[in-house]
């Protein structure tokens, strides 16, 4: 076990590597020079060659040979961008945005949680839904309500969830004044972040009535971006179920007497998750790329709606750092759902 | 065939694809205007009536005439995306397979570097550096469909070079080349048949997606995603603007994964579900 860990662990380090090269090279091969794009009609030829300078565009791109050659010291080989990317990434710098000036991180470290919390609330309502959901097809297969199921699945992986986003701002926020169409507090109140988490948040501080509001504000956005996982999950829990119903172990407990719910909930459902496990992982990863499409329409001040922001506007340094962050974030996630097989299915041992 | 007819969901499925098929290639000849410049901006913004069932947008153009010109652009990508990344991953993963080694090693971390991108936004990184417009979106999708097909085919094949007719093929002094396309590809074609049709209305709806967030089709091209994206800021007033191409999206994509679903049935009835 420790040994796969710790391999599993380390396993990431060349895919890491390769994704920040990939990131880099994506933003290399770029005819633009960035130092053009930030200054604008404004630049000067000079000032242009000044901030490629203070950027560091002048120096080669990956080794810096002529360097070598006449000073002799090997460390000039590595003063080229990417050696001065890979150092200052290992910092924590990404940068900082062309509009606001602001450093990247930083940023980040506002925005995150924000998109953590619709990201929790998203899977929690997917999961949810999808496994009540496919346990019950799974349970009444070959029915009509199977039927029914399966296209509700089907459907939730066919929406394109920007569009599900405004249909339900539409219907629940313009028609029916049900649920706030946008943010994730009344404009009004105030909350001293402490996670950044607001549901969490309001009840750090006390504030039951804001916790209640933070709670209406994510309900829409969250099912939004919820609906594609709520799919995957529930076609893998009802065949995954199918699976596991149909096994020796199974009719033993019901023909033993065991009353049907604990059968189907404790010998065929716990059985039936590993894989459900990793359907929900998977989502989970694909909602931090969603969260870009429906943060943008719900006003949601997350890392997606930044990222969106920053398409609009050529942001590079922000589109390559929240890019690069979200790919990092989608690794060790996938990791960790690895790892939660062992806990889930003590069969499973490395 | 016949047991493939008996599938309810994927005759239906077939259905769909079939309309969208037929109406978007005789979109010229159905709704004959020039759906991105014939404008009449006498008629803005008006809610569907008999003349336009599907309304007028903010310039006066048909909107029912720019979905079915959309589906165009859309179907069309949808194909060349396809095609360029099975084409591409299936060569790769075939690669991998039949030379083994460090070669292999190579290509599987590169698949698994783009693999480390969750869903569109590799895509939304080259297209934000290469500049936005529906031919980077293209190459930008179809670069992300790679791993798909790697993984499938070069697992396919590996599963296939130790069985006795591909080493017997070799014993008789046939080239690796000769081999993987006369006697592996064959073999393999039932996964990747299923892997293509499963990835049309995915890639219908990253193609919407990347034209929504201004990543794809540029105006005045009638692309789904990005007239979602223009009725978006008229959506108090005129709802019809991004309400009609968000379900012809929905439609075409239901269709295709119907019919993707029924055809993986069809070739792998252990998959199921």
Same mark, same amino acid.
């Given at each position: 076990m420790t040994t796969y860990l710790i391999r599993r662990v380390l396993g990431i380090i060349p895919v890491l590597l390769g994704v920040t090269f990939l990131v880099f090279a994506i933003n290399r091969i770029v005819p633009s020079n960035p130092a053009v794009a930030i200054l604008g009609?404004?630049?000067t030829v000079e000032s242009q060659r000044q901030l490629a300078e203070e950027l560091g565009?002048?120096?080669?791109? #990956? #080794?810096d040979v002529e360097g070598y050659r006449s000073s002799g010291r090997f460390g000039q080989l590595f003063d080229s961008q990417y050696f001065k990317y890979m150092g200052e990434l290992l910092t924590g710098n990404l940068g900082k945005s062309f509009m606001t000036r602001a450093p990247v991180t930083d940023s980040l470290k506002v925005r995150f949680p924000a998109t953590m919390e619709l990201a929790l609330f998203s899977i929690l309502i997917g999961s949810t839904l999808g496994i009540v959901l496919g346990v019950v097809a799974a349970l009444r297969r070959g029915t009509w309500v199977d039927t029914g199921m399966l296209f509700i699945a089907v459907s939730g992986v066919s929406f394109p969830v920007f569009w599900t986003a405004i249909v339900l701002i539409y219907l629940f926020s313009v028609q029916l004044g049900w649920f706030p169409p946008a943010g994730r507090l009344n404009v009004t109140s105030t909350l001293q972040p402490v996670t950044g988490l607001f549901v969490l948040d309001t009840l750090l501080r006390g504030q039951y009535k804001l916790f209640l509001d933070s709670l209406h504000h994510l309900v829409l956005p969250a099912f939004a971006l919820g609906t594609h996982a709520m799919a995957l999950i529930m076609r893998m829990t009802r065949s995954s179920m199918l699976d596991v119903l149909r096994r020796d172990y199974v009719r033993t407990a019901a023909s033993k007497g065991v009353p049907p719910l604990v059968v189907v909930m404790k010998h065929a459902f716990r059985n039936a998750l590993v894989p459900v496990v990793t359907v929900m992982g998977l989502s989970f990863g694909s909602l931090l790329s969603g969260a870009i499409l429906v943060e943008a329409i719900f006003n949601w001040p997350g890392v997606g709606s930044w990222i969106f922001n920053a398409i609009t506007q050529r942001d590079y340094p922000v589109i390559q750092g929240g890019v690069l962050f979200v790919a990092a974030v989608f690794i060790v996630l996938n990791m960790l759902v690895d790892l939660s097989y062992v806990l889930i299915d003590p069969r499973i041992r490395y | 065939m016949r047991r493939f007819l008996r599938n309810r969901s994927g005759v239906i499925g077939l259905a769909i694809v079939l309309f969208f098929t037929v109406a978007t290639l005789l979109a010229p000849v159905l709704?004959?205007?020039?759906? $991105?410049t014939d404008r009449n901006l006498a008629k803005r913004l008006k809610p569907p009536s008999a003349e336009h069932v599907l309304g007028t947008d903010e310039? $006066?153009?048909?909107v029912l005439t720019r979905v079915w010109h959309g589906g165009r652009v859309s179907l069309s990508v949808s194909l060349l995306v396809v095609g360029f990344s099975a084409v591409l991953g299936t060569a790769l993963g075939v690669l991998a397979a039949i030379m083994r080694g460090w070669l292999d090693l190579t290509l599987s971390w590169f698949v698994d570097i783009l693999l480390a991108?969750? $869903?569109i936004l590799l895509a939304i990184a080259i297209v934000a550096a290469l500049g936005a417009n529906l031919t980077n979106a293209l190459i930008a999708i179809s670069i992300m469909g790679i791993p798909g097909y790697y993984r499938v085919m070069r697992s396919a094949v590996i599963g296939l070079r130790d069985l006795e007719f591909v080493q017997a093929a070799e014993a008789l002094g046939s080239s690796k080349f000769r081999v993987a396309v006369k006697h592996l590809l064959p073999n393999a074609l039932s996964p990747l048949i299923v892997q293509v049709t499963l990835a049309i209305g995915r890639t219908v709806l990253t193609i919407a997606s990347l034209g929504f967030l201004g990543l794809g089709a540029q105006p005045p091209t009638p692309e789904w995603g990005l007239m979602i994206k223009a009725g978006y800021s008229q959506f108090l007033t005129a709802p019809w603007l991004s309400i009609a191409p968000g379900f012809a999206i929905y439609l075409a994509v239901l269709g295709f994964n119907m019919l993707g679903d029924a055809i993986r049935d069809h070739f792998d009835p252990q998959l199921r579900t």
């Open positions: 009609d404004k630049g565009l002048n120096k080669p791109v #990956f #080794f | 709704r004959p205007y020039n759906a $991105g310039l $006066g153009r048909d991108f969750p $869903g």
